[in-house]
């Protein structure tokens, strides 16, 4: 099973930036789909990004123009930048990869081994 580890959270004024990393050990299946995820207190887990092994991508509303999803296949890492950071991008953010999985048509992870990393807190003021 694929083990994931973020790091990069922290806390910045609204309007910075911050970058998100996650490191994955290897991957068992030739596809695989990727994704940033968050949670802020008393909301539901919400879809951030998502990119798959095909470099097919899908970014939430909220993260349209701002932020950017990218593999470096090479490290076997997942990385975020967040740009003009808003207090409402406060949340727990976590890494997801479906190791045989891909980004389906719907824009959703699917098929595919599950795994999730242990998150990372962002935290934007005002």
């Known amino acids: 099973q694929v083990r994931l580890v973020e790091s990069g959270g922290g806390s910045v004024h609204a309007g910075g930036s911050l970058r998100l990393s996650c490191t994955a050990s290897?991957?068992?299946?030739?596809?695989?789909?990727l994704g940033w995820f968050r949670q802020a207190p008393g909301m539901q887990r919400e879809t951030v990004a998502l990119?798959?092994?095909?470099?097919?991508?899908k970014y939430a509303d909220s993260a349209k123009g701002r932020f950017t999803i990218a593999q470096d296949y090479g490290k076997q890492s997942l990385t975020l930048e967040m740009r003009s950071l808003k207090p409402e991008d406060s949340a727990m953010y976590y890494c997801s990869a479906r190791d045989g999985g891909w980004l389906s048509d719907n824009g959703y992870c699917v098929r595919g081994l599950e795994t999730w990393g242990k998150g990372t807190l962002v935290t934007i003021s005002s």
């Open positions: 290897e991957y068992t299946r030739s596809t695989y789909c």
């Open positions: 990119i798959d092994s095909r470099g097919q991508i």
